[in-house]
């Protein structure tokens, strides 16, 4: 048996290769590649309102936490705009939102509104729909209501039903769902009450349920409300969220609180 020499045999064998994937490229041995890199892209600048400056320039420079009280004052230091911002908090909870048992969901009507009135629309019939239309609901109805809805039309804020009618909103799924208006007793809009719910949303009742990274987010009033019924305000929705703590959790429930206005920066309270 002949010896085998490993050198002249590699050598063979990386020259055979070399010149099958040239001929499979249609490139002679003596091609060059050229590889262009494409620039670096930057990141353009925020350019900064007068207004967003001179709102930056009064928030506390060490972000720390303010007991509620100050960080109601500090908010309303903000330069004012031409329009009534909303205020809004924000609640990050230690929760996993992936996990149905610890989903944190309701509503909750503040002492003082959030200063805007609801449309709200609402499917019943007989006494109930009369008791709707009492309450000041903007739309009342049954299969005429579900039919401009099928065809597109969502210009409410709130849509109730009545237990019985249910059979008839449920296709509107596809419709209702997407945007947060599908009626569910958990939120407190599949009802037999229909009255006093049209009358708590009217008056200003806010849902909330936390979004997919574990933060609520909810308006709380008005930046032309004063302090102490912003305050008031704040107190019973932070209140209204302790009281809905999992029964999973047994970390930290809240972990970070702010509060913001339509146009301008966050500032954190102590929770």
Known sequence: MAPCHSGSFGTEMQHHTRETNNSGLGLSSKAKFNFKTS???????VRLTKRMKSALAAKPADE???????????LKKFPPTKFDQTVEIHIRLGIDPKQADQIVRGSIVLPHGIGKSKRVVVFAKGNLA????????EEVGGDDLAKKIKGGWTDFDVCIAAPDMMGLVGPLGKVLGPRGLMPSPRAGTVTADISKTV????AGKVEFRNDPTGIIHAAVGKASF?????????HAFLEQ???????????????TVAISATMSPGVMVAA
């Open 39 to 45: 620039p670096v892209q930057r990141k353009p600048k």
């Open 64 to 74: 720390a936490p303010l007991p509620l009280s100050e960080a109601v004052e500090t």
């Open 130 to 137: 009369d008791d709707a239309t009492a309450a000041g609901a």
């Open 199 to 202: 009358k708590e949303y009217k």
């Open 226 to 234: 004063e302090n102490d019924k912003l305050i008031e305000n704040i």
């Open 241 to 255: 969220i302790r009281s809905m703590q999992p029964n999973a959790i047994r970390g930290q429930y809240i972990k």
